[in-house]
C-alpha cells in the first residue's frame, strides 16, 4: 500500500548536462 | 560453532545495501565491464536492472536524496559511456536498451502512483518508493532510451544494408523464370566486394538472428515490433530505390523474384508471430513496384488499373518504372510513351511529392509501453560472477 506521506520530487538534469557531471574524469585523466 | 543458514525469501525486502564509496565499483562492474553474452545467456533477463533498482530502493529506504541522485546519474552516465564505446556491437546494445527500459518500467512499477500499480501483487506494493518521487528522471531515462534505440537501428542498418540489393534483388532463386537475360545489359559491377555472395537467406537469417539476440535479452515484445517494423522499412525502400535506379532490375520476371522474397520476408513475421506489428505494410510500395512489372501496361483499362493500384507510389515512381521496363523475350514489348502519358494525365491531380526515392533515413517515433513484471524483487539472487561482492541482500 502507498504511503499516505508523499514523496519528494527529486528535480533531474537533462540527459545532456548530466554527461557535464563527468563521474569517470579521475579516472580518464592521465 | 554457529551454523550459517541461508535466510529465507520471505524475510528479505527485495532491497540491495551499499556503501557510497562502493558505487563507481558497482557501475563499473554491473555496467562497464560487464560481458552482455555471459549474462543474458545465464540470468533472468534484465537482471543489471533489477540489482540497480534494488541499490536505488535502499537509497530511497534510507531518506538520502544524495545517493539516490549520485546513483542515477553515475547509472546513465556509465550506461552511455559503455554504449559509446561499444555502440557498433548489436548485442551491446540491444542488453542495454532492454535493461534501460526495464528499469524505467520498474521506476514505474514501484513509483507508489496507482496507474502503474495495476498488476502488482500486495508484496509488490510494499516494495513502493517510499520517499522520493522520480517522476523526472524517469523523463530522463526515456530519453535515454530513445537514444539508445536510435543506436540500435542504425546498428542494425549498418548489418542489413550491404545484404539488401544482393538479396532482394540481384540473387534469383526462382529457377529458370528470368531465361533470356534483358538485351544489351551489362551485368552491374558491384561496389561491394562480397556484395553477391548475400541471398535472401542471408537477410532471413539476419532477422533472425536480430530476433533472438532481443528476444534473450528480453527486450519487451512491444519493442521487438517496433525494430522489426524498422528493419522491414529499410529492406523495402533499399530495394526499391535500386530497382527505381536499375534497367536490369525492371523486368518482368525480377517482378516474379521480388513477390517471391516478399512473401518469403512474409513467412517469416508468421513464423515469429509479429504479422500484426505493421512491418509488412512498410512493404508496401515495393508491393506495388513488382506488380507493376507485371501487370499488362497497353489500353487506357490497363492504366486505370494501375492507377488504382499504385497508390503507394508517388507518379514519380510509377513513371520511373514503366520507362525502365524493360522486355526479356518476344512475348514482351516496352511500354508506349502514349501510355505513360495516359498515366501522367490521369494522376495529374494527385497531392504528392515529387520524390522520386524512399527517405531510408527515416526511423518511426518509438514508443516504452509499460510493461510490468510479475518477478519478486526479494527472490533475486546475485550470481557470484557479477562480483558484486559488496552488495547486501536486505
Known amino acids: 500500500r502507498p504511503p499516505s506521506r508523499p514523496r519528494v520530487l527529486l528535480k533531474a538534469p537533462t540527459l545532456a548536462e548530466m554527461e557535464e557531471m563527468n563521474i569517470f574524469e579521475e579516472e580518464e585523466s592521465p | 560453532r554457529p551454523v550459517n543458514l541461508p535466510r529465507k525469501e520471505k524475510d528479505f525486502q527485495g532491497m540491495l545495501e551499499y556503501k557510497k564509496e562502493d558505487e563507481l565499483k558497482l557501475v563499473k562492474n554491473l555496467i562497464l565491464e560487464l560481458k552482455p553474452r555471459g549474462v543474458a545467456v545465464n540470468f533472468i533477463p534484465g537482471l543489471p536492472a533489477y540489482i540497480l533498482f534494488m541499490c536505488l530502493r535502499h537509497a530511497d529506504y534510507l531518506n538520502d536524496d544524495q545517493k539516490v541522485r549520485t546513483l542515477l546519474t553515475s547509472t546513465i552516465n556509465s550506461i552511455k559511456k559503455i554504449l559509446k564505446k561499444r555502440g557498433d556491437d548489436f548485442e ?8 534501460t527500459c ?6 514505474k512499477q514501484y513509483s507508489g502512483e496507482e496507474a502503474f500499480m495495476k498488476h502488482n501483487t500486495p508484496r509488490q506494493n510494499e516494495h513502493c518508493l517510499s520517499n522520493f518521487d522520480l517522476a523526472e528522471y524517469r523523463q530522463v531515462l526515456s530519453d535515454l532510451a530513445i537514444q539508445i534505440y536510435q543506436q540500435l537501428i542504425k546498428c542494425m542498418e549498418n548489418i542489413l544494408q550491404p545484404m539488401i540489393v544482393s538479396g532482394m534483388l540481384e540473387h534469383e532463386t526462382i529457377q529458370g523464370v528470368s531465361g533470356v537475360k534483358p538485351t544489351g545489359l551489362r551485368k552491374r559491377t558491384s561496389s561491394i566486394a562480397d556484395e553477391g555472395t548475400y541471398t535472401l537467406d542471408s537477410i532471413l537469417r539476419q532477422l533472425s538472428s536480430f530476433h533472438s539476440i532481443m528476444c534473450q535479452h528480453g527486450t519487451d515484445p512491444e519493442l521487438i515490433k517496433q525494430v522489426v517494423k524498422q528493419q522491414f522499412y529499410i529492406i523495402g525502400a533499399v530495394t526499391l530505390n535500386n530497382l527505381l ?23 517469416w513475421l508468421r513464423d515469429k508471430n509479429l504479422m500484426n506489428c505493421g512491418a509488412k505494410e512498410t512493404l508496401e510500395p515495393l508491393i506495388q513496384a513488382a506488380q507493376l512489372l507485371q501487370v499488362k501496361k497497353k489500353t487506357d483499362e490497363d492504366a486505370e488499373a494501375i492507377c488504382s493500384m499504385c497508390n503507394a507510389l508517388t507518379t514519380a515512381q510509377i513513371v520511373k518504372v514503366l520507362n525502365l521496363y524493360t522486355p526479356v523475350n518476344e512475348f514482351e514489348e516496352r511500354v508506349s510513351i502514349m501510355f ?5 494525365t490521369r494522376l495529374r491531380d494527385r497531392k504528392e511529392s515529387p520524390q522520386l526515392l524512399m ?12 510493461n510490468p513484471s510479475s518477478l519478486a524483487l526479494e527472490s533475486i539472487h546475485i550470481p557470484g560472477s557479477l562480483n558484486l561482492g559488496f552488495l547486501t541482500r536486505v
Open chain 2, 245 to 267: 535506379l536499375r534497367k536490369d532490375m525492371c523486368s518482368w520476371s525480377k517482378g516474379m523474384q521480388i513477390r517471391y522474397n516478399v512473401s518469403q520476408l512474409e513467412e
Open chain 2, 359 to 370: 527517405d531510408t533515413k527515416i526511423i518511426y517515433p518509438v514508443t516504452f509501453p509499460f
Open chain 2, 102 to 107: 526495464r528499469f524505467l518500467h520498474c521506476l
Open chain 2, 92 to 99: 551491446t546494445v540491444s542488453f542495454w536498451l532492454s535493461n
Open chain 2, 340 to 344: 505513360i502519358r495516359t498515366i501522367q
